[in-house]
């Protein structure tokens, strides 16, 4: 199958097999269902263009359409033009047979059915390949050879690239509001991929990307004035004077008067840095994360402070929970692995067992399996990380067909 590069709606680009760009005509050749890759084409296309022939299906049936007049004669419209042609039966494949140009085409036999589309007609064979009437039995398998290799192709195009990059569920609207100068507030689970997720959107609107992570003293944000009268930057000050995305994630570890800066900035949109009064740049955005909703602590992430009213209120709030597709992708299409990790959330929630399972232990598997280290290893160290034998067999599930889950039980 060849890459489409380009479509102009008539005709499709591609790249022929000397590295040069070719347009095909759409009634000529068959594309996938996505439009991504032209799948076969007419022999006269791959020889003329230049194609690499064992890339592509030869269909002769491209555009063709056919209608029986009577038990011996048909009539075969290509490319907006009509042709009489004698119609044989073949009794022992009940098929009847045509010939077109060079080449041999088939009908199922159907006394009900007179009009057939090209999805009806099988390309069979050439003459010029010394075709004789008896040779049918066997064109015939081939041409359903054929069809099977095309199948297999469709589904290899159905298959996720999990080479490309992929997009939070949230993606869109986050970007969305930050594109509209919303401050926004990302709450959800450690490890679910917030940072990665703004670096994307960073990217994709143009803005510098500027981070700083649980602030516990206000200069970290403010920056300061050395004993040699010389001010530091912070990523914060650079975010504001020159523009850019601002990410202050675990907010909710931070400690209340770095918020209250904060909050001051976003609403009057200047503020006093050590160096003098600074207005925000135009393209100044900012975006927080915590892993709770700003209400404290919790069983599970005991060191969180709740956040003022008055700060929350400036953001608009956005769960941020972990992603399916995405763990889909970290783990290369590894379904298996996907659902143990789920599972073990899901379990360690409801025994109240204080246990990460981000991102990480999925793309810390998939490395280590791919160098071959043995699972029990790999789940002692990647995933469990020191968990009592008590506690891994509350988490697990001893009668699983899930494989991860029976190496576990053996733990």
Same mark, same amino acid.
């Given at each position: ?218 200069? &970290?944000? $403010? /920056? ?9 930057? =912070?990523?914060?000050? !650079?975010?504001?004077?020159? +523009? ?104 360690? &929630?409801? $025994? /109240? ?9 999925? =793309?810390?598997?998939? !490395?280590?399996?791919?160098? +071959? ?39």
């Amino acid at each position: 199958m060849l890459r489409v590069e380009l479509d102009t709606g008539l005709a499709v680009k591609v790249t022929n097999k000397l590295g040069y760009s070719e347009f095909l005509p759409k009634s000529q050749i068959r594309l996938s269902e996505d439009g991504k890759y032209v799948v076969a084409a007419k022999s006269w296309i791959i020889e003329k263009k230049e194609l690499d022939a064992s890339k592509l299906i030869v269909d002769e049936t491209i555009g063709m359409k056919m209608q029986k007049l009577n038990e011996t004669e048909c009539m075969v419209f290509v490319n907006g033009k009509s042709y009489r042609r004698n119609y044989y039966l073949y009794k022992t494949r009940n098929i009847h047979t045509f010939y077109f140009k060079n080449g041999i085409f088939a009908v199922e036999y159907n006394d009900e059915k007179t009009h057939f589309d090209e999805e009806d007609i099988q390309f069979v064979g050439t003459k010029k390949d010394g075709f004789k009437d008896s040779d049918i039995e066997e064109m015939l398998k081939q041409k359903e050879a054929v069809e099977e290799v095309k199948v297999e192709i469709e589904k290899e195009l159905e298959k996720p690239d999990w080479t490309k990059p992929t997009k939070h569920m949230q993606y869109e609207i986050i970007k969305a509001c930050i594109k509209s100068d919303i401050p926004v507030y990302l709450y959800g689970p450690a490890g679910s991929g917030k940072n990665h997720t703004l670096q994307q959107i960073a990217e994709e609107l143009g803005l510098e990307f500027y981070f700083t992570n649980s602030v516990q003293q206000e200069f &970290k944000i $403010t /920056g300061f004035i050395d004993a040699g009268g010389k001010y530091h930057e =912070t990523e914060f000050y !650079k975010a504001f004077t020159q +523009g850019g995305l601002f990410f202050l994630d675990e907010m909710d570890a931070s400690i209340p008067e770095v918020l209250v800066l904060l909050n001051a900035a976003i609403a009057n949109g200047y503020f006093e840095f050590p160096n003098g009064k600074e207005f925000a740049d135009p393209n100044f955005r900012v975006v927080a994360a915590g892993n709770t909703i700003g209400s404290g602590a919790d069983e599970q992430y005991t060191g969180r402070l709740v956040l003022d009213q008055a700060t929350l209120d400036r953001f608009v709030s956005i769960e941020f929970d972990y992603d399916r597709n995405v763990e889909l992708h970290l783990a290369k299409g590894n379904v298996e692995l996907v659902d143990f990790i789920r599972k073990l959330r899901e379990k360690a &929630k409801e $025994t /109240g067992i204080r246990m990460t399972f981000s991102y990480r232990a999925i =793309t810390n598997v998939t !490395k280590l399996e791919k160098i +071959g280290m043995d699972l029990k290893t790999i789940l002692l160290i990647a995933v469990l990380k020191g968990l009592d034998k008590d506690t891994c067999n509350t988490l697990t599930e001893r009668y699983s067909d899930n494989k991860y889950f029976r190496v576990m039980a053996t733990i």
